[in-house]
T-cell receptor, first 113, second 112 residues
Framework: KAGVTQTPRYLIKTRGQQVTLSCSPI?????VSWYQQTPGQGLQFLFE???????NKGNFPGRFSGRQFSNSRSEMNVSTLELGDSALYLC????????????FGEGSRLTVL | DAKTTQPPSMDCAEGRAANLPCNHS???????VYWYRQIHSQGPQYIIH???NNETNEMASLIITEDRKSSTLILPHATLRDTAVYYC?????????????FGGGTRLMVKP
């Protein structure tokens, strides 16, 4: 069974631009969550989707948004990029809501110049 | 979710058991203890979880004290590939969602 797939793996943007990251969960998993990892703040929860509905949202500004499609694939978008948005963005999937057993992808590393 | 405290770093000799402690003194009765690890430049990997009984799987063993205020993750025969940051997480199961709150973790260095 294929794991969680995130694209692109690496990208470089400049301040003010926007970026879209994609996540394909493990087949059969309907819950997708996103995390941001930076050296200073560590791993922080962004948001979680189940059946195309956002269930939880972390403490991030509105520039960070996401969505989930009917096939459970998810995208997250960051608009008006700032230097501090440089991070590893991780997607995780789970077969059910309420489970702490998540399967993470390898992440998308975003660098903002 | 209850707060956890872990030592920032530990060393272990290859082939020996690695015992990683976690303190969660404010844990409540319906909170589970989860362990994840993150090998450099990869996504976190689920290891094991438990409520109050000791648990074992092919990767590790989880020992939870009787009062549930602390736990230990045991890697029975550590290899160089076990070098990673290990996270202890306490969370409630159920409809609260899948959110995990990661702390600083323990950086385990397995040395030859």
């Amino acid at each position: 069974k294929a794991g969680v797939t995130q694209t692109p793996r690496y990208l470089i943007k400049t301040r003010g631009q926007q970026v879209t990251l994609s996540c394909s969960p493990i087949s059969g998993h309907r819950s997708v969550s996103w995390y941001q990892q930076t050296p200073g703040q560590g791993l922080q929860f962004l948001f979680e989707y189940f059946s195309e509905t956002q269930r939880n949202k972390g403490n991030f500004p509105g520039r960070f948004s996401g969505r989930q499609f009917s096939n459970s694939r998810s995208e997250m978008n960051v608009s008006t990029l700032e230097l501090g948005d440089s991070a590893l963005y991780l997607c995780a999937s789970s077969y059910r809501v309420g489970s702490g057993e998540l399967f993470f992808g390898e992440g998308s590393r975003l660098t903002v110049l | 979710d209850a707060k956890t405290t872990q030592p920032p770093s530990m060393d272990c000799a290859e082939g020996r058991a690695a015992n990683l402690p976690c303190n969660h003194s404010t844990i409540s009765g319906n909170e589970y203890v989860y362990w994840y690890r993150q090998i450099h430049s990869q996504g976190p990997q689920y290891i094991i979880h438990g409520l109050k009984n000791n648990e074992t799987n092919e990767m590790a063993s989880l020992i939870i004290t009787e009062d549930r205020k602390s736990s230990t993750l045991i890697l029975p025969h550590a290899t160089l590939r076990d070098t990673a940051v290990y996270y202890c997480i306490v969370r409630v199961e159920g409809n609260a969602g899948n959110m995990l709150t990661f702390g600083g973790g323990t950086r385990l260095m397995v040395k030859p």
